[in-house]
């Protein structure tokens, strides 16, 4: 009788790990993709047998309530010496991010992790870049209270909306009652919930507009998926909706965390610089050493240039207008 003989536990384990990052993503329920908040669903009537799904529209929240969460985002007040708001790293006007590798907290210390895009935000399954947090009202609440980011806390911003007459009018009105904690945060996530960036030419294409992709664009949506980069960037948010781990074949950025959610590619080229690390300054570069790290694949030039072609027809827009890159 032949025996199965194992591979080397070096290879074995490239083996397993390169079959998971191939095959799980196939048997996820597209359920999972929309996990984060089941108000977000696309219609029955769209079909495709793409898969990625456009961004469906945004839901429909109470204009008062909206206009308090945004007024809420960019209030300097909730800081720790009202220095900075939600906004200054996580500016709508532009990608929903900034353009700095690395953002500073209340004390103008660094940021470990590269700031991610508010923008569809909504339509992942976790938050953040090690998917630690699973709502925006929690996320709200732990940017509150985290040192390393607002550096106050909730009781303490309470306590400077209740002493302002306009806000405690606002929040009477649609709330019932003054501010408090929940609230406060169910203010600034249903304004995060309505940061959808819909009407990219991907989406347009997928909804029929056989015209709205170039040759080049279309190519490199056939290459993404034939070298296994949409294994894990598929669903709504192409990302959002999964764990993965990076480095698989080669070492892609700093080595902590060791998993990551893996990230949305919605808007993907407007917001440099790229990974966790903030260590890829163009979107080209990122999309070699993913291949690379992921994959176990060198990229030529054209394959690279393809799938970049790609990626710039994913960028959406917010309140009619394209999103763009931000600028130092």
């Known amino acids: 009788m032949h025996r199965l003989r194992w591979l080397a536990p070096s290879r074995h384990l490239r083996w397993v790990l390169t079959c998971l990052v191939l095959l799980l993503p196939v048997l996820v329920s597209d359920a999972l993709t929309h996990a984060a908040d089941s108000t977000f669903s696309i219609p029955q009537s769209f079909a495709t047998t793409e898969p990625i799904t456009p961004i469906p529209p945004a839901p429909e929240i109470d204009p008062l309530k909206l206009a308090l969460g945004e007024r809420l985002f960019t209030d300097t007040r909730l800081s720790r010496g009202g220095t900075f708001s939600c906004a200054t790293c996580h500016d709508v006007r532009t990608n929903g991010a900034d353009s700095e590798v690395h953002d500073r907290d209340a004390d103008g210390l660094e940021i470990p992790l590269n700031t991610t895009t508010v923008f569809n935000a909504a339509l992942n399954f976790r938050l953040n870049w090690e998917g630690n947090v699973r709502t925006l009202e ?3 609440a732990a940017a509150f209270e985290n040192p390393g980011f607002m550096g106050t806390s909730i009781e303490e911003v309470l306590g400077k909306l209740r002493s302002d007459a306009e806000m405690n009018d ?5 709330y019932g009652h003054g501010p408090d904690r929940d609230s406060l945060l169910d203010a600034i996530a249903s304004y995060e919930r309505s ?3 819909p009407g990219s030419r991907f989406d347009l294409w997928l909804r ?10 279309q190519n490199g949506y056939k290459l993404f998926k034939s070298l ?9 948010n192409i990302g959002g909706n999964l764990f993965q781990r990076h480095g698989i074949f080669r070492p892609l950025a700093a080595a902590k965390p060791e998993i990551l959610r893996v990230p949305s590619l919605r808007n993907v080229a407007t917001t440099p610089p790229y990974f966790h690390d903030g260590s890829a300054p163009t979107l080209n570069s990122a999309v070699r050493r993913m291949a690379t790290a992921q994959l176990n694949r060198t990229l030529t030039d054209q394959q690279a240039d393809l799938i970049v072609a790609f990626l710039r027809s994913l960028t959406g827009t917010y309140r009619g207008v394209p999103v763009i890159a931000a600028t130092r």
């Not at 294994?231 to 709504?236: I, L, M, P, T």
């Open 208 to 217: 029929g507009d056989a015209t709205a992709l170039s040759v080049d664009e």
């Open 170 to 174: 606002l929040f009477n009105h649609i």
């Open 228 to 236: 296994g980069c949409i294994s894990c960037h598929q669903g709504v």
């Open 195 to 197: 940061l959808l960036t």
């Open 138 to 140: 929690a996320q709200a």
